[in-house]
């Protein structure tokens, strides 16, 4: 594998295999001295065409702490903004001797349509509503951490599934891995045929709770809405978002996930992302890991 574009092109063996090199990378990143030589005379560009502050620092990170050359490029202060096109940036950006690229696009296929014109490896930081490989890896790792296995665990992805590309992502990886899907939304925030890729579909927040081990919950995407939909923010709050009380009610405990950011008071309350229930920052911290594994494997492609 040359390029980690999405979860839907990887195997099971693959998802171990970066799992397991995770944990590994998991251990050094938590020594006094983090840096390993393993990328050194590599040099990464991350490419970011849209908004982030997890990702974009999470591969900076796990690209310094494997002693990769690293440059970072955003379009909003870029050349971009004088009309070059992507392939024109990107091209500028090789000829200065970039073996890797990572890249978050607006644009459903941007990463797949760099792989068809340049010889760096292309990892998918995001690509539009489509996928978010390296998110997905992450919470998938995150679970595993907590919960020993993925496999059979009853796994609820709770908000705005359908401008969402992290779930369509963990749905991939979660499938792949021998968890139980659900999705839990609003119908309008439902994608259409969504059982058709083998998950159950719920409408009820409190029916999904009490299904679930794991509760990932996603954030309204109001920026990819092409049109205004129902629910309003105040309305999701009221029929989805998680408060404590909600936890209290059930008859065991379960963990609490968010890819952030987070809106505190619509989707989460704070007394539920901040609550013993959530792994929300133990998911940032093994984001660099699983960065740091999907580079070293790639870089050895
Ligand atoms: N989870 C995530 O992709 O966050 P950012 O948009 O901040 O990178």
Redesign the pocket.
């Given at each position: 594998v040359r390029h980690l574009l999405g979860i839907k092109d990887i195997t099971p063996d693959d998802i171990a295999l970066i799992f397991d090199t995770a944990a590994n990378f998991k251990e050094v990143i938590n020594r006094p001295i983090k840096k390993v030589p393993s990328l050194r005379d590599i040099t990464i560009a991350n490419i970011f065409f849209?908004?982030?502050?997890?990702?974009?620092l999470?591969f900076e990170l796990a690209e310094k702490r494997l002693s990769a050359d690293v440059v970072n490029f955003s379009s909003s202060n870029s050349s971009v903004k004088k009309g070059e096109t992507l392939l024109d940036t990107v091209n500028n950006i090789l000829a200065m001797k970039v073996d890797m690229v990572v890249m978050?696009h607006a644009s459903v296929g941007a990463p797949h349509f760099l792989t068809q014109h340049i010889k760096a490896n292309v990892i998918n930081?995001?690509d539009g509503t489509h996928e978010?490989p390296t998110?997905a890896l992450l919470d998938g790792f995150s679970m595993l951490q907590k919960l020993g296995s993925l496999q059979g665990k009853k796994v609820a992805i709770i908000g705005d599934i359908l401008h969402s590309r992290?779930a369509l992502s963990n749905i991939f990886l979660l499938k792949k891995m021998g968890a139980e899907v659900m999705v839990c939304g609003p119908k309008t925030l439902l994608p259409r045929h969504i059982e058709a890729l083998g998950v159950k579909v719920e409408l009820e927040v409190k029916k999904a709770l009490q299904w679930c081990d794991v509760a990932n919950v996603l954030r309204i995407q109001l920026e990819r809405q092409q049109i205004k939909y129902f629910p309003s923010l105040r309305e999701y709050s009221l029929y989805y978002g998680i408060n404590k009380k909600m936890l209290s009610e059930l008859d065991k405990e379960i963990v609490i996930m968010h890819?952030?950011?987070i809106n505190r008071g619509v989707e989460l309350s704070s007394d539920v992302a901040d609550s013993e229930h959530s792994i929300i920052l133990e998911q940032v911290e093994n984001g660099v890991a699983v960065r740091m594994a999907v580079l070293y494997l790639l870089a050895q492609s």
């Open positions: 849209e908004n982030s502050t997890r990702t974009r999470s978050r930081a995001g978010h998110q992290v890819p952030g950011p």
